[in-house]
């Protein structure tokens, strides 16, 4: 499972319900994701009365793909 998320996968079949809950830790956001991905969308939110269409934080540029990457982060943690 670490492999297949590391490569981009966003879930994992399972043959056997004793799996389901493995596979769910596997592909879930952890805690310090998850924080970093509040933060890119608090200061985008932020960056929007401006029409930043790009925008730096933290040294990092972050762009539409990250702000919908951030985005999904969140939903997947049911945030």
């Not at 499972?1 to 830790?25: L, N, Y």
């Not at 991905?37 to 762009?63: C, H, P, S, Y």
């Amino acid at each position: 499972c670490r492999r297949d998320v590391d490569m981009g996968f966003t879930g994992k079949a399972v043959i056997h319900p004793s799996h389901i809950e493995i596979v769910r830790q596997a592909f879930r956001p952890d805690e310090a994701e998850i924080e970093k991905d509040r933060r890119v969308i608090a200061a985008f939110e932020r960056q929007t009365g401006e029409k930043a269409g790009v925008f730096n934080l933290d040294g990092a540029m972050i762009d539409d793909p990250v702000i919908k990457r951030a985005r999904n982060t969140l939903k997947k943690a049911g945030l």
